[in-house]
């Protein structure tokens, strides 16, 4: 089933929701959808949410740490 852009938007959306800051898990995720879908930025679609989350905002989180970490552990 093709994805698009949005729908990626989306289920970063739903990925930040469900696990908050626990990149680990997020990256776990991101690894089997970056080899179904690879044309999708990933990444991308994370970061545009991850800058204004507000969890992330609230506990000061480093959120450029956090995606490199996540990028790191996804690869």
Request: hydrophobic residues 50%; glycine residues 4%.
């Amino acid at each position: 089933m093709p994805i698009n852009q949005a729908d990626a938007r989306q289920l970063a959306q739903v990925m930040l929701t469900a696990y908050g800051e626990d990149y680990e898990t997020i990256a776990a995720i991101l690894r089997p959808l970056r080899v179904q879908w690879p044309t999708i930025d990933w990444m991308g679609a994370l970061t545009d949410i991850a800058t204004t989350h507000q969890l992330f905002i609230d506990h000061g989180l480093s959120i450029a740490w956090w995606l490199a970490e996540v990028e790191a552990r996804s690869a």
